[in-house]
């Protein structure tokens, strides 16, 4: 076979095309192809060998190709150049189903910059820099604002929905956390607590698996932990005296459990790994992991610029984390050598706000930026998204991926965009 490379990139290679997906398999047969072959004309190989399988002429698919986990944008002999790799070699091409376009759904109109968002089954629940919240249908339709805090909404969460009664908790610049309750069928809704105990603004919420307990992140560098108990009764730390305890009580005022001290600047994004332990990303350049039953800190990730948010995917226990330098960096929380940066995504051109993963599909997570847009990335594919969610007109604060059916994002053009989603539900549905 001739093996020889022109600058061009002409000559020939011999691949093995795999595949995961049963039902697009070809026979595992070497295949001599050109070296500069595109994923276009691999595209036609693929369909051509699945139409002379089957006998039959199938609608034609899509199909995308990676090569040692990495997705192919370039003509495969330059690829497999750039990664040094030998074109005496038979090469193993793996190709999988190109995942469909999201579809543009709705456009939720605000008063405000929109910097806080959480979706649950069909409901989305925002916040706003002119203070208020608001409860929308995922078809557009505007069920409730909520006045209440005293400075920006930062974030948002979810704790629980039923067909009766809504429970959610909301964290404000005006250093409080609200507990609210929302009577579904009367459309009605109740400030029940409002947690005090930051010293400065609220920037992160987040909310544990079973839906008891919450973590908060702050400008005042600290980590506390809090009940989302309704009653008046919950768990205090045993050191507070009973004075705080009674005025607590009388102000209809929660303070936290267990409060962590260990970033040295704002905390900007936190997380839940399971319910004994939790990940807080700041703006000192640290991403921290920390273990309640212990009260302190267990591992720390150190990077070289500023936080400003992350995601962890139980499904694949990695953590993407947004910066300033327009990247995206992903870790490994299972490594030993935590601090190394498993891949860097480039395609934002301005500072990268907001990150999400798919709940649903380990490979998929989506991003948004001060570049007015909104990316979707397999994290196989680190040089350019799959897809751009195009639809804001400013600056993207908040992005959420809860609900598998809808992609949706916030920004300082007073919307949030709504796509949605047409991928197969990956390893498990959470919904």
């Known amino acids: 076979m001739d093996t020889q490379i022109t600058g061009k990139g002409e000559g ?13 398999a070809v026979p595992n047969l070497p295949y001599s192809i050109r070296a500069n072959v595109t994923s276009k004309e691999l595209n036609i190989l693929i369909n051509s060998l699945l139409k002379e399988k089957s006998n039959e ?21 330059q690829f497999l150049r750039e990664k040094d790799v030998s074109f005496e070699d038979t090469i193993e091409i ?35 820099y002119d203070n208020t919240l608001c ?26 929905l039923d067909e ?45 698996l079973s839906g008891t307990k919450m973590a908060t992140g702050s400008w005042d560098t600290m980590v506390k932990i809090w009940s989302t108990s309704l009653g008046e009764d919950h768990h205090r730390q045993q050191d507070e005296d009973s004075a705080t305890i009674k005025r607590a009580k009388i102000e209809n005022v929660r303070t936290p459990l267990i409060t962590l001290a260990g970033h040295r600047e704002a905390v900007s994004g936190i997380q839940w790994i399971d319910d004994h332990k939790i990940i807080s990303s700041s703006w000192d350049h640290t991403i921290k ?30 953590i993407v984390a947004a910066s300033p330098d327009k990247n995206i960096r992903l870790y490994d929380l299972r490594s030993k050598h935590g601090a190394i940066v498993k891949n860097t995504f480039l395609g934002h051109t301005q500072w990268v706000q907001c990150v999400c993963w798919s709940k649903t599909n380990e490979f998929l997570f989506i991003s948004g930026a001060y570049d007015n847009q909104v990316k979707l990335w397999d994290y196989r594919s680190p040089k350019a998204p799959i ?24 920004g300082s053009d007073n919307s949030v965009r709504v796509f949605k989603s047409k991928i197969a539900l990956g390893k498990e549905n959470t919904m």
């Open 387 to 410: 897809y751009d969610l195009i639809g804001h007109e400013d600056k993207v604060l908040a992005c959420d991926w809860s609900n598998p059916k809808y992609m949706v994002s916030g």
């Open 94 to 128: 793996e190709y999988v189903e190109r995942y469909p376009a999201p579809e543009p759904q709705d456009c939720l109109l605000h008063d405000d910059w929109v910097s806080a968002i959480h979706t649950r089954n069909d409901w989305i629940l925002t916040g706003c």
């Open 135 to 160: 409860i929308w249908t995922t078809k557009g339709e505007n069920k409730l604002t909520i006045p209440g805090h005293n400075g920006p909404i930062k974030d948002v969460s979810w704790i629980s």
């Open 289 to 318: 992991t920390w273990d309640l039953n212990v009260g302190g800190m267990q591992s720390e990730i150190t990077g070289n610029k500023t936080f400003f948010d992350l995601s962890y995917s139980k499904l694949n226990n990695l």
């Open 164 to 208: 009766n009664v809504g429970v959610f908790a909301s964290a404000s610049q005006d250093q409080n956390v609200m507990l609210w309750a929302w009577n579904t069928k009367q459309n009605s809704v109740e400030c029940v607590q409002t947690c005090k105990g930051h010293e400065r603004g609220v920037d992160c919420i987040d909310v544990n």
């Open 57 to 77: 002429n199938n609608e034609k698919i899509e199909f995308d190709f990676l090569f040692n986990g990495e997705f192919m944008k370039i003509a495969l002999g």
């Open 12 to 24: 020939q290679l011999q691949v093995h095309l795999v595949t995961k997906q049963k039902q697009f």
